[in-house]
């Protein structure tokens, strides 16, 4: 199993819609470059939920146009509120939300992608899978990805002052069982501890110019590699 996972793509800020076709281009480009059976964006694919549907949906098809199945984590930038850009999105192939479409998807013969989508604005805990991570669906444990949106506490903020990040803690990814845990909400990429599961944020593409390719196996440690996007002249 092959997973290209990457975050915060942010389409809709403040930048003309050329680039951000050019972006998913070379998003779906570099999954499809490199072979892999998955592209998954751990939340904030859209800066907002104001965003033009026809504008989101020419972005879509883009998306999965070379044909690599897109699993999209819904973050706190556009959660999947009653009036969310997900909830008007054409129909297309390959195309899953989580959350919208169910909890878990089936990657290949054996892979479980889960994830908590955020609905709304307020913070929660976004490694409190529930019974998305209990159910016969979710998989082995070993073979199960997660995908989550929110701030690593790096410094014991958990007790502090609320920082607006939706906190994940080292005791949250003690408790989550997987193969790999795809983070997103930070702009950098790096590997968030080298015990308990594989996690990494993969970084916006726009700052850090690559995507994380996962390599996974059953019953082996994931190989995780930073890749550049196919077009790195976008990064900012």
Known sequence: ??????????????????????????????????????????????????????????LMAELVEPGVPVVILPGNH?????????????????????????????????????GRAHLDYGSFPPLDLGDAAD???????DERIVLA??????????????RPGWLITPEDLDRTAAGYVGLGHWDRAFEVRSSGPP?????????????NVVD?????AARVERVALHGGSLVR
Do not use: C
């Open 1 to 58: 199993m092959r997973l290209v996972h990457t975050s915060d793509v942010h389409l809709f800020a403040a930048r003309a819609f050329e680039d951000d076709i050019t972006m998913v281009r070379s998003l779906a480009a570099t999954a499809h470059v490199l072979g892999a059976d998955l592209l998954a964006i751990a939340g904030d694919l859209f800066d907002h939920n104001r965003v033009p549907r026809a504008g989101a949906n020419k």
């Open 78 to 114: 556009d959660p999947l509120t009653s009036g969310s850009i997900y909830r008007h999105l054409d129909e297309l192939p390959n195309l899953f939300v989580l959350g919208l479409h169910g909890t878990s998807l089936a990657a290949g013969d054996r892979w479980v992608v889960t």
């Open 135 to 141: 159910s016969d669906a979710a998989g082995a444990a």
């Open 149 to 162: 949106h929110g701030h690593f506490d790096l410094r014991g903020e958990a007790g502090a002052v609320h």
């Open 199 to 211: 996690t990494y944020y993969s970084g916006s593409p726009w700052h850090a110019g690559t995507v």
């Open 216 to 220: 996974l196996e059953p019953r082996q």
